[in-house]
C-alpha cells in the first residue's frame, strides 16, 4: 500500500530545499505569460506590415488570378447569393466569393473573432485589413445564444454550438468588409465571370436541372413550386435561369433568407383583423 505524506511549506523549504510558491509568486508568472503573449500577437501584426510593403502586390496578377479562379464551376456555383429588396431578387457576391478574391487579392488579413460571452450573448467583430494601405474594415456585433427552429426557439450552451452560430452570424459581416477593401470594378467583373462560367458549362442543362430540384427538396420546395416562380415547366428552362436559382438556394442554405422570401406557396398570409378587434379600435379613435 502506497503511502501519502503531506509536508509543510516549512518542512520542505529547510529539509529538501523545496520551495512551495506563494500566491503572488504564481499571479506574477501569470502576468509575465500574458505580457508575452501579448508581445508576441503584437509581433506578428507587425512582422505582416512589413512583409506587405516588402512585398507589395501586383493588381494586374492579382485581378488576373480572381478572374482564373471564377473559371473554376466549382466555385462559380457557390460565388453568388439572391435576396429580395423592393420586391425584386437581388444577387450579389458570396462569402465563399469574396475569401477566393481576399486570397488572390494578398496582403490582406480578415476574419471574425469573438470579444466576449456573457449573459447568454456573445459579442464579436469581422475585420478585414489592407496592411498595404492600412485600410480597416470592422463591424461589432451581438449574438444571442438563441437557435430559432419553425416551431421553438432553443437557447444554446454546448460551446460548439455557440461557436457555430456566431461563426454563420460572422460571415456575413466578413463578406461585407471584404467586399469594402476590394476595388467595386474587380468585385462586378469576378461576379460576371462567374456568370459567364455556370451559363458556359459542360454539364447538360437537363442534368442541372436534376440537381437543383433535389437540392431544394431538403427545404421542402418541390418541383411545382420551381415552376410556379420560372412560369414554366423545368425543362424549358434556360442557363440564365439556372444561374438565379443557385443564387437563390444558396441564400436559403446560408441563412440569408427563407424560402417564403421566393416562393409563393410558403408566404404566410396577412393577419386580417377581427371584427371585434375592428369595434374596439373604432371606440378608441372616438
Known sequence: MTEIKTYSPEYTNGEFGLGFENGSTVQQQRNDL???SEARAVAEVQAQYVIAKKFPRNQNEAFRQIIESCKRYSL???AMYAYQKGGQDVTGPSIR???AMASAW?????????????NGVSVAEAYAIDLQTNTRVTKV???PHVRHTKREKKNLTDSR???ELVANQG????????LAIIPSDIVDAAVEQCKRTLVSSEIPISEQIKRLVIAFDEFGVKVEHLE???????DATIAPEIVTLRSIYKSIKDGMAGREDFFDAFKKPEKKPSEQAKSELEELLK
Open 171 to 178: 460571415a456575413r459581416r466578413l463578406r461585407a468588409c471584404i
Open 161 to 163: 454550438d455557440i461557436y
Open 34 to 36: 500574458h505580457g508575452t
Open 106 to 118: 494578398g496582403n490582406l488579413d480578415c476574419g471574425v473573432r469573438e470579444i466576449s460571452q456573457a
Open 76 to 78: 462559380a456555383e457557390q
Open 141 to 143: 456585433f451581438h449574438v
Open 97 to 99: 466569393l469574396a475569401e
Open 228 to 234: 410556379a416562380r420560372l412560369g414554366h415547366n423545368l
